[in-house]
């Protein structure tokens, strides 16, 4: 069973930088895709980012775009969210989630996602 922990979230003001990370383990997700999705206080989760883990493709949400960067780690079973330029907007708890293997969706789902972690909290202050 894939676990997923994340940490790196906080209180930050407008204008600044976080790093999410989030470490896989108790499986392997090869051929799976990774995201990073988030859910602002009383609305739905949204997609933020995904990656394919073996392909190394990238995609984002319009919203991010040009801001947010999402990476990983092979060696390090760790995915990365770097967040620059932070909105207000962008408060939200940030979840990490894994689709399950060999994948071939289109990664902006976030019902295509078997897997999550509990969330880091990301506060943006204008």
Known sequence: QVQ????????VQAGGSLRLS??????TVSNSAMAWI???????RD??????WSAGNTFY???VKGRFTISGDNAKNTVYLQMNSLKPEDTA?????????YYSGNYYSPTDY????QG???TVSS
């Open 93 to 101: 708890v940030y979840y990490c989630a894994a689709s399950r293997r």
């Open 120 to 122: 880091t909290q990301v």
């Open 22 to 27: 989030c470490l896989v383990s108790g499986g």
């Open 61 to 63: 949400a319009d919203s």
């Open 114 to 117: 078997a897997y999550w972690g």
């Open 38 to 44: 988030r859910q602002a206080p009383g609305k739905e």
């Open 4 to 11: 997923l922990v994340e940490s790196g979230g906080g209180l």
């Open 47 to 52: 997609f933020v980012a995904a990656i394919s």
